[in-house]
Nanobody, 122 residues
Framework: QVQLVESGGGLVQAGGSLRLSCAASGRTFITYAMGWFRQAPGKEREIVADISWTTGRIYYRESVEGRFTISGDNAKNTIYLQMNSLKPGDTAVYYC???????????????WGRGTQVTVSS
């Protein structure tokens, strides 16, 4: 029903910037929230930032707050992640995700993109 496609990943030196994009599409769907997650080799997937369209809430994990900015356009089913002052620890596959069934705060993100690789060299 919903397809999410990420773009904008790549290789950047420490201190550099990247801007990720995610576009959601489908026949008929609603996204109540959208967000960015990442997973590094040998580590669990973790949330980076998300937006609740219904409440306007924006969340950042502490390690990226002040460096990353999530933004988007609900009408266009699109979100972005501006990543500045990148560190080697930011290296991971970054995934776009959406809640399409409910706006509950504790609900799972149920739709996922395939991911885009971000590599930060030191």
């Amino acid at each position: 029903q919903v397809q999410l496609v990420e773009s904008g990943g790549g290789l950047v030196q420490a201190g550099g910037s990247l801007r990720l994009s995610c576009a959601a599409s489908g026949r008929t769907f609603i996204t109540y929230a959208m967000g960015w997650f990442r997973q590094a080799p040998g580590k669990e997937r973790e949330i980076v930032a998300d937006i609740s369209w219904t409440t306007g809430r924006i969340y950042y994990r502490e390690s990226v707050e002040g460096r990353f900015t999530i933004s988007g356009d609900n009408a266009k089913n699109t979100i972005y992640l501006q990543m500045n002052s990148l560190k080697p620890g930011d290296t991971a596959v970054y995934y776009c995700a959406a809640k399409t069934e409910t706006d509950a705060v504790d609900a799972d993100f149920d739709s996922w993109g395939r991911g885009t690789q971000v590599t930060v060299s030191s």
